[in-house]
């Protein structure tokens, strides 16, 4: 009498055979874990080894035809292959800039409400980490307008959008904000930059008439110029939020809040145009 199959090994060396919709293919972004820390790389049908920061010398080939959750080896460390999350995208970005925090972008999507459809200027790409999070938002139908000065950080975010696939929800425009917008009834902007208070009037005519401000500040005295320049444009029902994240340690013998919390990033303040 023959046994039956045995479940194949994940971590064989080669791909388990299952269903296509469970394995990677080709072109798939594929996160790949260690911890607390996360890996972008595209999937290649023709592979070829490249050096990947933090992974050294990899080769994206290998990843075609395994199944999602399959651990791989590469040297000493133990991947996890993973579908992507818009958290695990953020944290995986190549940074040039102090990113906008989960802690943040997830508040400034409800408060906006920011969702599938929506149109929603922008303005400060810096390395793509509220500009991934806004178009994950919006996808399949809306769109994020992004006014960037910088050409360095607007080539370095749009390369972070097109690695997360996001890019063709995203228009960068190498241009200053504060000199007006070309769009014109958004449902919503935000205002990352070093003087929003200078940019509110712009955002004021590009929204639509009840449509959502927010401004990004992580100090008090911009904080206090960005609305009373929003105060100044007839905006309303401003609030002001300041969000700390503290995660917990979970042990067997008792828990306690992590010494290492996530304090002060920013003001976040968001008002409705009148």
């Not at 008439?209 to 309303?236: I, K, W």
């Not at 809040?257 to 008002?271: E, K, R, S, V, Y």
Request: glycine share 10%; proline share 5%.
């Amino acid at each position: 009498m023959s046994l039956p199959p045995t479940a194949p090994d994940a971590s064989a060396a080669e791909p388990a055979a299952t269903t296509a919709a469970a394995i990677i293919a080709a072109d798939d972004l594929v996160v790949l874990a260690e911890e607390d820390r996360r890996y972008l790389v595209r999937a290649e049908a023709k592979g070829g080894v490249r050096k990947i920061k933090g992974l050294g010398i990899f080769d994206p080939g290998r990843l075609v035809g395994y199944a999602w959750g399959t651990p791989i080896d590469q040297g000493t460390k133990t991947l996890r292959t993973l579908r992507p999350g818009i958290a695990d995208i953020t944290r995986g970005l190549a940074r040039k800039a102090q990113i906008v925090q989960p802690k943040d972008t997830s508040r400034i999507l409800f408060e906006c409400d920011i969702r599938a459809g929506s149109r929603v200027i922008e303005a400060g790409i810096g390395s793509g980490a509220l500009t991934s999070g806004l178009a994950w938002a919006v996808a399949p139908m809306g769109h994020v307008y992004t006014y960037e000065l910088r050409e360095d950080f607007t080539e370095w975010g749009q390369a972070n959008l097109v690695r997360a696939g996001l890019d063709h929800l995203v228009t960068v425009k190498t241009r200053d904000i504060k000199l007006g917008a070309d769009e014109r009834d958004v449902d919503a902007v935000v205002l990352d930059m070093p003087d929003p208070w200078h940019a509110v009037g712009a955002a004021h005519d590009a929204l639509r008439a009840d449509g959502h401000l927010c401004t990004y500040n992580p100090l008090v005295s911009q904080l206090e110029q960005s609305r009373e320049a929003m105060v100044e444009h007839g905006f309303q029902d401003l609030r002001t939020l300041e969000l700390i994240e503290r995660p917990w340690v979970v042990g067997e013998r008792g828990s306690r809040p992590d010494h290492n919390f996530l304090g002060h990033t920013a003001f976040l303040t968001f008002a409705r145009k009148a």
